[in-house]
């Protein structure tokens, strides 16, 4: 009887350790800039509102992906050339916390045209 061991001591060992943790950056991509600020600012409200260590967002520079076209289609007449630019945004939020409480943050409603990407990283 004496080697018995109550059960509530066992799962908040078990509880101890499923609260690891983690290194978590998130990465968001768009074409707009207010929609990437909106989401980016959602993000850290919400983690800073949890207590959370956030680094961040960090501005990436720009990519701008241009491309020269002829107007003419035929290739007669005067050399006249189009110009067109897309232009690529992108953030970068760190995050020291439990994969749980990730998940609650990044589950507001996402901009239209912003790509988020969530990447764990244990060290």
């Known amino acids: 009887m004496s080697s018995f061991v109550p059960k509530k001591d066992v799962d908040a060992g078990a509880a101890a350790e499923e609260q690891v943790v983690h290194r978590i950056r998130i990465t968001l991509t768009s074409r707009n800039v207010k929609n990437i600020e909106k989401v980016c600012a959602d993000l850290k409200k919400g983690a800073v509102d949890k207590k959370l260590h956030v680094s961040g967002p960090v501005r990436m520079p720009t990519k701008k992906l241009k491309i020269t076209t002829r107007k003419a289609p035929s290739g007669e007449g005067t050399n ?19 994969s749980e409480v990730v998940k609650q943050i990044t589950s507001i409603s996402i901009e239209p045209g912003v790509e988020v990407d969530v990447t764990i990283n244990d060290r």
């Open 80 to 98: 006249t050339w189009d110009k067109f630019e897309m232009r690529i945004h992108k953030r970068i939020l760190d995050l020291h916390a439990p």
